[in-house]
């Protein structure tokens, strides 16, 4: 037996293109790690919550949170964590999370790349493949993202892939008070990449959170 046989999460990949998203694993937190310390942003810039990829605990808080993540899996609430290629080189991450995702059919992502990596529409093509999943494969019914304010880049991969803006929340990122935008798309408006998006070893992973999926 392999660990993708207990833990079907493990075996999914989504091929777009020059991208890949494939299921993030254990030895993928090193170069993580590298990634982090080469930088995900300017110092200043804040595209986070709080700047974990600046703390020096980062390797471990990101294995810590990985962890988390595949231990909390259940049919009512899970997240997939998925480690993003660039032509056969891992340069970032992608996840998709849910609560009650049988019943409403709708899910959040979440992404980033390593500062050499961006600008180069990588950020564009990996959210378009991670809604073809969640469409196509899925029949999610909508998907949404959030980006504070001053994010111009992630509000622009969102508006490319045919988002619109859905309110927004004022939230308290380190002490001050930013605008967070939300965003939803839906298949009407969603903006399909340029390439045919392959996903292997989707089927084991929906029946283990109780999803029907036909191939
Ligand atoms: C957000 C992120 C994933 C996007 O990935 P990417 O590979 O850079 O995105 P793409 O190259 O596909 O597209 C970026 C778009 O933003 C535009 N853009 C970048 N900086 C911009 C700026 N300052 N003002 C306006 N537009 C800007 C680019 O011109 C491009 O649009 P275009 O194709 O119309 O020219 C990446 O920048 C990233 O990881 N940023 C740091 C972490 C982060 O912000 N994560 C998201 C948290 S919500």
């Given at each position: 037996m392999d660990l993708v046989d207990i833990?079907?999460?493990?075996?999914i990949r989504i091929e777009c293109g020059p991208v890949t998203l494939r299921a993030m694993r254990e030895s993928d937190a090193t170069r993580v790690a590298e990634l982090a310390a080469e930088g995900i942003?300017?110092?200043?810039?804040?595209?986070?919550?709080?700047p974990w990829n600046l703390e020096e605990e980062q390797p471990t808080t990101s294995l810590q949170f990985y962890y988390r993540t595949w231990a909390s899996v259940t049919p009512e609430s899970w997240t997939l964590l998925f480690a993003v290629e660039r032509d056969g080189i891992l340069v970032g991450a992608q996840d998709m999370r849910t609560e009650s995702f049988a019943v409403l059919r709708t899910a959040e992502t979440g992404s980033w790349l390593g500062l050499a990596h961006q600008g180069h529409g990588t950020g564009t093509l990996m959210r378009q493949a991670i809604l073809v999943f969640a469409f196509?494969?899925?029949?999610?019914v909508q998907m949404t993202s959030g980006a504070w304010a001053d994010n111009p880049s992630s509000h622009r991969v969102s508006e490319k892939c045919g988002y619109g803006l859905n309110g927004y929340d004022l939230r308290d990122r380190q002490g001050e008070p930013v605008r967070s935008d939300r965003f939803v798309v839906t298949p009407g408006t969603f903006v399909r990449p340029p390439y045919d998006v392959v996903v292997t070893g989707l089927e084991a992973f929906a029946r283990s959170v109780g999803l029907d999926v036909t191939p």
């Open positions: 833990f079907p999460a493990f075996g942003h300017a110092p200043s810039a804040r595209p986070f919550l709080r196509d494969h899925l029949a999610a």
